[in-house]
C-alpha cells in the first residue's frame, strides 16, 4: 500500500478491517468487543507459520552481509496499525512485545501521521542538527512543551541523548564529574590532573566506580555493561572496571503469603550494598553513584518492595552516592504511573533519571547539581534528535488526552488477574505471576518451555518477549485495552491447553 493510500485511511477510518476468513489461514482469532482504538484491526490474523515463507527468504539475504540470528521476522510496518504487526507474509498479531517495550501509542497513529504532514514541520524531520552547538529557535521550547512537562519530581534539568546506553554512558559520567568537583571543593582543576586524564591515570582518571545490582541491564556500551548483569552474551570478551554488584531481591510469590521471607531478602540485599560501599572505599574505589531499575526488566522482570527502594535511596544518600534510576524501559506510562519510581511516594526519589524507548528519545533529567560545568563535557554530535522531541509531544498529549496511564492500569488488572487465573489452571507451566500496570510477567519451568511458549503463542497470533532466565514479558502499548488483554488471554489459554 502506498504511504499516501496508508495516510489516508488513518485519517479517514477507513480501515476498519472485517475479519474475513482468509483461504489456507491457520488461525483466526476469537471474536473481540469493538475496538476502542479507532485506528487499530479487530484482531490478529494468521496465513502462515512466523516466520512465514518471505521471512525466511529475507533472514538469508540479510545473513549473507551480517549476522541475522536475532531476526525473529521482517516486517510490513506500512500496514501495522495500532496494537497490531503485520509481518512480510501477511500475518497480522497482536502485539505485546511493542518492539521491545519502545512502542507508545500504537502503530501509525493518526495523531503521528497528521503530525509529519503538517509542512511547518517538514524542516524538523529533515534537517538534523548537532544540537549543542546549532539547536533551533523553537528548541527550549520544544524541550518544555515535551519532556519537561513530565520532568520527574524535583528533576528540572533535561538533556537528550539518542540511545538507552548512551543516556546511562552519561548519565555515569555526570556523575564522576559531580563526586570530583565535591572533593575538590573550591580549588582548581591541577596540572597533573590535566596530565594524568591523557593517559589514563589517575588522579585525572580517578578510579571511581558505580554500584549496580545483579540482574540489572543498563545497556551495551562499556561503562554501561559494567554496570549490566543479566546475560553472559552481552558481557563475554569485553574488558570491564571494578565496580561493586550487589545482590538484588529475589522475591517469593503471592507476595501476600511470604511476608517475612520477603522482608528479610529485601533486608538482605540492602545490607550487602552498604558493605559494598564500604569495602570499595577502603579499597579506593569509591561508589560514586548507584543505578537501578524499579523493575529489573531484561533480567527477568525482578521486582522489589517501595520500602526496599527508600531504604536504597537513604543508603545512598547517607554515603553521599548520587542515585540514579535507570527508567530506560519502566518509564512512558505502562506500569501504571509515567514514571515507575512514583509509586515509592518519595519526596527527593532520584538525583538523576534516564530514559529512552517510549519516550522517543533517548536522555536524562538531572538536579541542578549534576549541570556539566563546561561546554563538551557531556556532548555528542548529535545530542538527540530534534523530530523526536516534537513526535513525544504529540505522544503525550495522546496519552494525557486519552488517560493511558490510567488504561495502563485498567488493562493491566484484567491481564494480571487472567495471568493469575491461567497460572492457576496450569501451575506446571505458569509460576510468579507479578506485575504493575500492564508490566506484567511470570516464569515458564525452564527456558525451553518459556521459549516454546512464546512461538506457540506467535503462531496462534500473538507477540511476547523473554526475560530473564524463564520469564515471559509483557510489554504491550498503551492503547492496549481491556479487550486486547481478553483477546490475548483467550488465545494463551488455547496455547497452554494444548502445549506438548
Ligand atoms: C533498563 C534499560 N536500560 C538501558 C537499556 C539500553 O537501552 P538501548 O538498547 O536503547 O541502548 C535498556 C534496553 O533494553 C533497558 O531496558
Redesign the pocket.
Known sequence: MSSMLLTRQLIYGLQQSSKIAVPGCRYVSQAAAKTAVDFDYDGPLMKTEVPGPRSRELMKQLSEIQNADAVHFFCNYEESRGNYLVDVDGNRMLDLYSQ?SSIPIGYNHPALVKLLQQPQNLSTFINRPALGILPPENFAKKLEDSLLSVAPKGLNQIITMS????S?ENAFKSIFMWYRNKERGNSCVSKEELETCMINQPPGCPDYSILSFMGG????TLG?LAATHSKPVHKLDIPTFDWPIAPFPWLKYPLEDFVKENEQEEARCLEEVEDLIVKYRKKKRIVAGIIV?PIQ??GGDNHASNDFFKKLRNIARKHGCAFLV?E???GGGSTGKFWAHEYWDMEDPADIV?F??KMMT?GFFHKNEFRPDAPYRIFNTWLGEPSKNLMLREVINVIKNEGLVNNAVQAGKVLHKGLLELQARYPHLMSRTRGQGTFCSFDAPNDAIRNKLILQTRNKGAVLGGSGERSIRFRPTLVFKDHHANLFLNIFNDVLADFK
Not at 163 to 166: A, I, M, Q, T, W
Open positions: 521491545i540511545c538507552g546506553s548512551c546511562n541491564f543498563h545497556g551495551r554501561c531499575e526488566s531484561e535507570d530506560v524501559q519502566t534516564t529512552s524507548k533517548g
